[in-house]
């Protein structure tokens, strides 16, 4: 794969006026498009800007059969033989919450999830347990990435009727043995739900071969617009899910008392859809493919490599995660010590132009129990380079020079240290400008004003 040439695919990533624009390494929360996907969009927009299964014109005809080929797509592209079991939702939120809402629990139904799930693996759960009576056994998984087959086995044996794990962890890349778990849960009679937004757009999934029942999709984390996502299930599971809307299009017909739904998976999607987006998702899909996963992971793992061999002596800066690169490729998660992870983000972004997240990406429980403020998350994809990892080492080497004890003197070295290890665990206000995002701006620009950040929250 030759970066450069995918980079030049990437809009965002083009120079403008010559300078090459911010470092991206925020992929694992929405990875960015190449120009197929806006081209598709647009094309469907201009061309034929119908909706698809309801009138007989020309338009609706080619949206129905473009939008039917993005279903099969997604179907080939993550293993499932049936397209059928390929259901079009707004995110993978939306396909976790179909199957929480949609399998008919019984008081005491056990769900295990583990102990550090993204949030929209988990408070489904929760409210099912407050509202229907489930019960939430909560699977721990060790800290250097390992998994505790042994914990696994306890805890199915208290009878469980779903597992609910991600496949790859959004905190810091590494990934469960989803074969042996799903494996293992088949034995004792669970179904298995894989939360696979961080997985599927680094590897080839194949889900039949699996035997996975449910698996959860974001398109908007694997090259498609923002909005778009999956759920590819199993046939016979899927058929057991009560739609979560219903509507125009999820139906055979309807009397005035009644109606009949039609078969999966047109039952599930409900009302006007995303066709401009399912058409862009499928797009990045066929890029994804013609570029290929070895060479995707070569590519992140580069990256990730030359990052976490920059700081591997380095004391102050703690990995969150397995050591090695090659368990976390896509990222690097990290703490400093004595600086608060927004303003280490903030600090970036100003100084560095580089784009990186902090807070407790969606799983607070995970940093709470540690007491822990949240860290800084580098995600990487396949456009990222070099001079990408360059930009992130010489700013985290910056603002390690900065803190106190370093050999540098002056205020900012003394107020970084003052943002230290001083959040509550909470999101902090309108972007949370620290001493060291303060003392690196002037480097670029004056400030700016932000928004509420978000940064924590999810
Ligand atoms: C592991 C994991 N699960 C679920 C989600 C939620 O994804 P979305 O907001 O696209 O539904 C994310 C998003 O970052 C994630 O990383």
């Known amino acids: 794969m030759n970066v450069a040439q995918v980079r030049a695919d990437f809009p965002a ?79 993978a939120t939306e396909a976790i919450n179909l199957v929480g809402q949609g399998l008919p629990w019984k008081s005491g139904d056990r769900v295990l999830v583990s102990d550090r799930e993204h949030n929209s693996n988990l408070i489904v759960w929760q409210r099912l347990a407050a509202e229907r009576g489930i019960r939430i056994e909560i699977l721990p998984l060790p800290d250097d990435g390992g998994f505790d087959a042994g914990a696994l086995e306890e805890r199915l044996a208290r009878g469980v009727r779903l597992v609910s794990l991600f496949h790859t962890s959004n905190l810091d890349g ?22 696979g937004c961080q997985a599927a757009p ?47 299009e999820t139906v055979e017909w309807s009397t005035l008392e009644t109606h009949a739904l039609r078969p999966p998976p047109h039952r599930f999607e409900a009302g006007l859809q995303n066709y401009a987006g399912v058409i862009g998702a499928h797009a990045g899909l066929d890029y994804l493919a013609r570029i290929g996963f070895d060479a995707v992971q070569a590519q992140q793992y580069a990256v990730n490599a030359r990052v976490t061999s920059a700081f591997a002596d380095e004391p102050r800066v703690h990995l969150l995660g397995p050591a090695d690169p090659r368990a976390r490729s896509s990222v690097f998660a990290f703490t400093v010590d004595g600086v608060d992870p927004h303003d280490a983000a903030v600090f970036l972004d100003e100084g560095h132009e580089v784009l990186v997240r902090s807070g407790m990406h969606c799983a607070h429980s995970y940093y709470s129990r540690r007491g822990l403020p949240g ?51 909470r999101p902090r206000a309108s972007g949370s400008r620290g001493a060291a995002a303060r003392s690196a701006r002037p480097r670029h620009r004056a400030g700016r004003g932000r928004g509420a950040s978000g940064a924590g929250s999810g």
């Open 13 to 91: 990533l083009r120079p403008r006026d010559g300078i090459r624009p911010p470092t991206y390494l925020d992929s694992a929360c929405m990875s960015l498009v190449p120009s197929a996907v806006l081209e598709a969009m647009e094309q469907y927009y201009r061309e034929f800007p119908g909706c698809a299964g309801r009138s007989l014109h020309r338009y609706s005809e080619e949206v129905g059969r473009r939008y039917e080929s993005a279903r099969a797509a997604f179907a080939r592209f993550l293993g499932r033989s049936d397209p059928a079991g390929v259901v079009f939702l707004r995110n």
């Open 174 to 195: 590494h990934t469960l043995p989803i074969r042996e778990i799903t494996e293992r849960a088949h034995d004792r009679g669970a179904l298995v739900l894989f939360d």
């Open 202 to 248: 680094h590897e080839k999934v194949e889900l039949d071969r699996l035997g996975v029942d449910f698996y959860a999709v974001s398109a908007h984390k694997m090259l498609g617009p923002t909005g778009t996502g999956v759920l590819a299930a199993a046939t016979e599971p899927l058929g057991r899910l009560r739609p979560l809307l219903i509507g125009g």
């Open 375 to 425: 860290n800084v998350r580098a995600s990487f994809y396949l456009y990222n380079d070099r001079t990408d990892a360059d930009r992130l080492i010489g700013g985290l080497r910056e603002l390690l020079e900065k803190l106190p004890g370093a050999g540098v003197s002056g205020t900012s070295a003394r107020t970084v240290a003052s943002t230290s290890r001083s959040g509550s665990g």
